[in-house]
């Protein structure tokens, strides 16, 4: 199964992003995800899961801005990304905890 991450970019504080996250290669559906973050020198730190019955769960520095969601019949995994502040630039990582794989990591900066 391969994670092919998308939607990274350059955006302004106060404006959106939509990160994407797609497994090929697996029939399985309805599967736990998680978005993880890393900043320059800062350790790698869960932003936000979304459970197998599709709870999701938000780290408290982004909750109320980011929105988990899931598309079972994609087999893929999205962060929607409002309201965003230069302290959420860092590489973005899609988690797939029924395999424990990870996507490649895309970048998202934001500029103030």
């Known amino acids: 199964v391969q994670l092919v991450e998308s939607g990274g970019g ?7 992003l939509r990160l994407s996250c797609a497994a090929s290669g697996s029939t399985y559906s ?19 899961s979304i459970s197998g019955g599709g709870r999701p769960n ?9 929105t988990i969601s899931r598309d079972n019949t994609k087999n893929a995994v999205y962060l929607q990304m409002n309201s965003v502040k230069p302290e959420d630039t860092a590489v973005y990582y899609c ?7 990870w996507g490649q990591g895309i970048q998202v900066t934001v500029s103030s």
Do not use: T
């Open 30 to 48: 309805f599967n736990p995800w998680d978005w993880y973050r890393q900043a320059p020198g800062k350790q790698r730190e869960l932003v936000a």
């Open 95 to 101: 988690y797939a905890q029924w395999i424990g794989s």
């Open 58 to 66: 938000y780290a408290d520095s982004v909750k109320g801005r980011f």
């Open 10 to 16: 350059l955006v302004q504080a106060g404006g959106s």
